[in-house]
């Protein structure tokens, strides 16, 4: 409407700070805690090179790692990845070189790769109906419910002999979904319980920002719109980003951050 702004607070690198933090893999928590560039430090490990000489080139790749190589991914699919341009321009590098960049990266994040085998029991205890619990994670017969309370449900949960994914032993089990059995894996419910904890920080930052007298308009993923007066945008802005930057009272150190802006329209 005349004299409003659209106000758009993103929550930065959720995932990995989630990821990070669940799998208490200390280094990268504090780098975040301390506003480090994560990817530059990724790319420093993988190159060789000091932090403040990392190219722009470089640092794409410590990003693709650092959001891509947390699920478990391998070489083939990292190579596939870069050469299609799935999370950025596309980029073609040599089979032996992924090679290196994945266990550079295992090595370095091992506690993100016990958490894939954590997950691999999680998902034995769903197999057999044996409760536990993780984190701010509860799980049971085919369960794992989040902190809010929702559920993550794997209905007809079976449970299959191991296989190789990559250089990857792990416990494959597959459920039933709208499209037929689907597989899951100690990397993939990682995957999936890091972004249902994702979306329920955002659920309930939507909540607080509500509360503050906020009129949200629309949200997408990680990301909250709003509407504000003109006049008010910065300060509306400002309060966005204190909100979607206070951790959740389940998880009081993960080290969240948001940034974004505010225009006449909504654009990325």
């Known amino acids: 409407p005349k004299g409003h702004v659209i106000v758009v607070a993103d929550s930065a690198q ?10 208490g893999q200390l280094d990268i928590v504090n780098a975040f805690a301390m506003k480090e560039d994560v990817y530059k430090l990724m790319a420093s490990a993988i190159y060789g090179v000091p932090v ?3 190219t722009k080139d470089q640092r794409f790749i410590g990003k693709i790692c650092v959001l891509g190589l947390g699920y478990g991914m391998g070489h083939l ?10 999370m950025g321009p596309p980029v073609d590098i040599l089979f032996e070189e992924c090679k290196r960049i ?10 993100i790769r016990q958490l894939w085998k954590t997950m691999d029991g999680i998902i034995a205890s769903m197999l057999t109906g044996t409760h536990g619990e993780f984190g701010p994670l509860t799980y049971g017969k085919g369960y794992i419910q989040l902190p809010s309370g929702l559920f993550l449900q794997y209905y007809g949960l079976h449970g299959e002999a191991e296989v190789r994914h990559d250089d990857l032993v792990v416990n494959e089990a597959t459920y039933l979904t709208r499209q037929g ?10 995957e999936n319980v890091v972004q249902a904890l994702a979306r329920v920080i955002i659920g309930e930052q939507m909540l607080a920002v509500d509360d503050a007298k906020i009129p949200i308009v629309t949200m997408s993923h990680d990301e909250i719109v709003a ?7 910065e300060k509306v802005y400002q309060k966005m980003l204190r909100i979607m930057s206070t951790p959740p009272v389940w998880g009081q ?3 969240l ?12």
Not at 14 to 23: D, G, H, K, P, S
Not at 104 to 110: E, F, G, T, V
Not at 181 to 190: A, N, Q, V
Not at 258 to 267: E, F, K, P, Q
């Open 181 to 190: 059995r689907s597989k899951i894996y100690g990397g993939l419910l990682t």
């Open 257 to 268: 951050a948001a940034d974004g802006g505010w225009d006449v329209n909504y654009s990325k």
């Open 253 to 255: 150190d993960i080290p």
């Open 227 to 233: 509407l504000a007066r003109l006049n008010q945008a």
């Open 77 to 86: 699919k990292l190579q596939q990845t870069l050469k299609q341009g799935v």
């Open 14 to 23: 959720i995932e990995a700070r989630v990821l990070a933090w669940l799998a």
């Open 52 to 54: 403040d000489q990392v």
């Open 102 to 111: 994945v266990s550079i990266y295992r090595s370095r994040n091992y506690k």
